[in-house]
């Protein structure tokens, strides 16, 4: 790409969290001169990059996003390449509970089934096999579960650490921090990206502004279809220093239509290696708009989760510490976890704006980094995003 000088950039990425940095990243390896637009400050605690750990993990109902871990694989090994703190703890990937119960995170049967459609080893396990190799207790016989090997905690503090330090050493990139993008404009085939520390242009946007992604959208005239979780966390401190888990989810059906699925941690040595993560995977009162959020977690989805950990773990004290809330947006459309796309035709030059949207993407980083940056720049991505388009369907004009 040639270089511009000033306030021109080959691309311009709006959202400097993880996503955003992981696609800064791979432009730089494709030499673009790129602008990044951060509307808090660079590793914030305001969206969905909040927080310090992730799970990465491949069992998921459906092959195509099986193989879309696998094939992010490489892409963690070679960030890891770039820094000497561990970004994957591998500790495995335990799924347990109903069989019969779909969740966010999908169903069992259905995970098994594409766990071997790609052959990726896993164990099914009893109810009596997960409570004597995995600490949990009192679990009903008739729950079962399949434990993957190569599941792992992400340090996620340190992923977005090594990408912004990439990002800063870059001679391509150039990042601006409290930079809320306030006006698009479009004079030709360039945009004239509007904030309060100027007046930014390009022929190419890529959008990740994680949960506040109609804030950015809606300057370009269409919305996303999406609901806000202000998901809630706890540390649980140890009462058996030797305790330790994998990585876990438990599929259960909803108490009282509130929801009744958790899902934990080992401990890490990033942060409070004396205590273990345990969420809830639901929230109880769900957002209509970002802006509704609260760094306090709600109260009762932390009571429910404390009441899981005393009827169901061995070795954890369920008194809630270092509570917080992490953002995310997601689709309201079924079956539809990650949106990856261009702008809806109507959008002037819309094959230049690559938009990503909603879902948990965290496992994904380094590779999602790598599709976005190859729509915007060749028009196409080696991996099919097929699954993540729905002819605009999820996308309503303004």
Same mark, same amino acid.
């Given at each position: ?24 990243? #791979? ?36 092959? /195509? ?46 995970? =098994? ?9 896993? $164990?099914?396990?009893?109810?009596? =096999?997960?409570?004597?190799?995995? #600490? ?18 992400? %340090?996620?503090?340190? $992923?977005?650490?090594?990408? /912004?330090?990439?990002? =800063? ?21 360039? @945009? =004239? ?5 100027? $007046? ?21 005239? @269409?919305?996303?279809?999406?609901? /806000? ?17 994998? $990585?876990?989810?438990? @599929? ?38 970002? %802006? ?24 954890? %004290?369920?008194?809630? #510490?270092? *509570? ?39 496992? @994904? ?7 976005? *940056? ?25």
């Amino acid at each position: 790409m040639t270089k511009e000088t000033g306030n021109h950039f080959d691309v311009i990425v709006i959202g400097g969290g993880a996503i955003g940095l992981a696609t800064a990243y #791979h432009l730089n390896k494709r030499s673009c001169k790129t602008l990044v637009l951060e509307q808090f400050n660079f590793k914030n605690q305001l969206g969905s990059s909040a927080g310090v750990s992730r799970q990465y993990r491949i069992p998921y109902p459906e092959e /195509y996003m099986v193989q879309m871990a696998l094939d992010a694989q490489p892409f963690w090994n070679e960030l890891q390449n770039r820094t000497p703190r561990k970004l994957l703890d591998k500790v495995g990937t335990l799924w347990f509970g109903d069989p019969a119960v779909h969740s966010t995170e999908g169903n069992i049967a259905e995970a =098994e089934q594409a766990l071997k459609a790609l052959n990726v080893p896993y $164990t099914t396990l009893t109810s009596k =096999e997960i409570e004597g190799k995995y #600490h949990f207790k009192n679990l009903p016989d008739t729950y079962t579960g399949l434990f993957q090997a190569d599941g792992a905690s992400i %340090d996620f503090k340190a $992923t977005i650490e090594t990408l /912004y330090e990439a990002a =800063e050493k870059s001679a391509h990139i150039t990042l601006k921090e409290e930079s809320p993008v306030t006006d698009i404009k479009q004079v030709g085939k360039l @945009f =004239e990206v509007v904030t309060p520390k100027g $007046t930014f242009i390009s022929e190419k946007l890529i959008l990740v502004p994680g949960p506040y992604i109609d804030n950015v959208i809606n300057l370009l005239n @269409f919305r996303i279809e999406a609901t /806000y979780w202000n998901m809630s966390s706890a540390y649980f401190k140890k009462t058996d220093p030797s305790m330790q888990y994998p $990585t876990w989810f438990v @599929f259960q059906n909803a108490i009282a239509q509130n929801g009744n699925q958790f899902y934990g941690f080992p401990g890490v040595v990033w942060d409070h290696p004396e205590y273990i993560r345990v969420a809830p995977d639901f929230v109880i009162d769900p957002l209509s708009d970002p %802006d509704q959020r609260s760094l306090v977690p709600n109260s009762q989805e932390l009571a429910y989760t404390s009441e899981w950990i005393k009827n169901h773990m061995t070795g954890l %004290d369920p008194v809630p #510490h270092f *509570t917080s809330t992490c953002l995310i947006a997601l689709s309201k459309i079924a079956n539809k976890e990650l949106l990856i796309d261009f702008a809806p035709p109507y959008v002037p030059n819309n094959k230049n704006i690559v938009v990503y949207a909603t879902g948990w993407a965290a496992k @994904f980083t380094p590779f999602l980094g790598k599709i976005l *940056t190859d729509l915007s720049l060749d028009g196409h991505s080696d991996f099919d995003i097929t699954p993540f388009k729905l002819g605009y369907n999820f996308f309503k004009a303004i």
